[in-house]
């Protein structure tokens, strides 16, 4: 069920936000609090966003401490991607992206 519900948000990610962010936490840490209307994809999955977003857009990643928005960052300027942002923490992307953090 999550992959046909991350597969169907892909699909939407470029019409829904004009800036693509991705929240490269596991999905136990993303219940706990995330960005406002970002995707949760985690760092190791990060590819599965090449068949939905184009390369040159702008896309902001982030995570717990800013170590696996990087690693998510590598993989995705690897492939191709030329406006891969990595956010930091998610702290540093609410305020570097001014979006409120929300809690399920």
Known sequence: MRIKFLLISLC??????A???ID??????WL????????????????NIKESVKKDEEIYLY?????RSGK???ILTDAGFVNVINAG????????LDINIVKN
């Open 12 to 17: 939407f990610l470029p019409l829904i936000n």
């Open 19 to 21: 800036t693509i962010v």
């Open 24 to 29: 490269v936490r596991t999905p136990d840490e």
């Open 32 to 47: 706990g609090g995330h960005l406002e209307n970002a995707q949760n994809i985690e760092w190791q999955d990060i590819l």
């Open 63 to 67: 995570c717990r401490s800013g170590n």
């Open 72 to 74: 998510a960052t590598r």
């Open 89 to 96: 923490s998610l702290n540093q992307a609410s305020k570097l």
